[in-house]
């Protein structure tokens, strides 16, 4: 879905949050010990309010976890829906009168802003306790040394492959281009292997051969060093060139014009997200399979990861109970609880092991080379990497478009300070 892209790409300046916390004051849980003396812990509150996104799904599946909850340590929790889109900008304006909640949910893209305003509570996880979530979920949730938040879900983009047209879906991009010469009859239509070519896609061809984005770790980004004109990435996108002209993949595909080709039965591949997931089952039905995406350069291709939480508000009253409230909701019970209503994969990589959905295989294969997309408000500027695809694609010289890209990256992010 071409506008969940957009979104992620767009607000993907903002940061994320992931944390986790608990074990609540006067009990045990299995969800995480914030290891906090339980005598300065808040005292125990009749209610708890969470603000979750008003779609029909979530909401069902957080209700019932919810009163779960309320059943083990009887204190009520109150569900209200609001858009997620608008939750932000809503509680920067209900949380400091005391009208917010004491949960919020949120996309990871929005952590710089969530942090930046104040909204969010920082939280301490036992290292033990992280590891039952996704790497790259908890790489997500991290900013500038601190942990925010409680991971729901995780997805990422994988191969979508038609069965009749493709068997077995190749290993390689070398494979790919293989099958292609094959297979694709680009007068009649007919492709053996699409990816719409942004640079959110193309990301496997420029980490593999050495290129990055910004220098530093998760967390903890040196954004004044970009590593998206150096040697490495120069190369992988001079192969990504190679790649797509060898394909023949159209230079101005779309994700509309991709879907129908493919739910026509005429594309073998398509490089997708699990929000076409249901729109291509009820379509190609068993002819449907999944597979991580082809390796690129000898490498396991890594993909950019969206990572959905909880994140316990700045201005709650009872903030250890709302640790606690965000641990019990991303549980290993929990969580598959939430898989099981919404369809979405969880973030505890335990759970995951248990999903037997065929459909799913290969987008969970796929996350665990999946990477998080930088949390931070200077990732904005690095779409213009998005028009450095354009220049390319039509056979300008990589080195010099890069440069030129770059150059623009850096002028917008220093007039971050201005």
């Not at 070398?174 to 297979?183: D, N, P, Q, T």
């Not at 770790?217 to 004109?229: A, F, Q, R, S």
């Not at 150096?230 to 992988?236: E, F, S, W």
Request: net charge negative.
């Amino acid at each position: 879905m071409k506008c969940c892209k957009r979104w992620l790409m767009l607000l993907a300046s903002l940061m994320f949050v992931f944390s986790m916390a608990a074990c609540g004051p006067d009990r045990n849980t299995e969800a995480l010990e914030q290891g906090a003396d339980r005598s300065a812990q808040d005292e125990k509150p009749d209610q708890l309010i969470v603000w979750a996104n008003d779609d029909a799904g979530q909401l069902k599946a957080v209700e019932a976890i919810a009163q779960k909850y309320t059943e083990q340590t009887g204190i009520e929790v109150e569900i209200v829906p609001v858009s997620g889109a608008e939750q932000v900008q809503k509680l920067a304006l209900a949380a400091p009168s005391g009208e917010g909640p004491d949960l919020f949910y949120q996309p990871q893209d929005r952590l710089g802003d969530i942090v930046v305003q104040g909204l969010a509570e920082p939280i301490a996880m036992e290292d033990e306790a992280a590891k039952g979530y996704n790497s790259a979920a908890m790489e997500a949730v991290r900013y500038e040394g601190e942990t925010y938040g409680y991971p729901i879900s995780i997805e990422t983009y994988a191969v979508y492959y038609n069965q009749d047209l493709v068997p077995e879906a190749p290993a390689s991009m070398e494979a790919v281009i293989e099958l292609s010469h094959r297979l694709t009859d680009a007068k009649n239509d007919r492709y053996a292997f699409l990816m719409v070519p942004d640079f959110y896609y193309a990301i496997p061809f420029i980490m593999n051969y050495g290129g990055y984005i910004f220098g530093g770790e998760p967390g903890n980004y040196d954004v004044e060093d970009i590593g998206l004109n150096h040697d490495g990435a120069v190369q992988g996108l001079e192969v990504y060139q190679q790649f797509v002209q060898s394909v023949r993949i159209p230079e101005t595909l779309t994700i509309d014009v991709m879907d129908s080709l493919f739910m026509e039965g005429k594309v073998g591949m398509a490089v997708n997200g699990m929000w076409a997931m249901k729109t291509y089952e009820e379509k190609l039905g068993d002819k449907l399979a999944t597979a991580p995406l082809p390796a690129v350069g000898g490498k396991a291709s890594p993909s950019f990861v969206g990572v959905k939480s909880w994140f316990v508000s700045s201005y709650s009253e009872h903030p250890d109970w709302a640790m606690d409230l965000a641990a019990f909701l991303t549980s290993d019970e929990n969580a598959l609880l939430y898989h099981e209503t919404t369809g979405e994969i969880p973030a505890r990589t335990a759970v995951q092991k248990q999903i037997d959905d065929p459909f799913y295989q290969g987008f969970i294969e796929q996350i665990e080379s999946g990477i998080q997309m930088p949390n931070v408000p200077e990732m904005t500027p690095v779409w213009e990497m998005d028009k450095a695809m354009d220049f390319i694609l039509q056979g300008e010289d990589v080195r010099a478009v890069l440069d030129e890209t770059v150059g623009t990256i850096q002028q917008q992010i220093a007039a971050f300070g201005k």
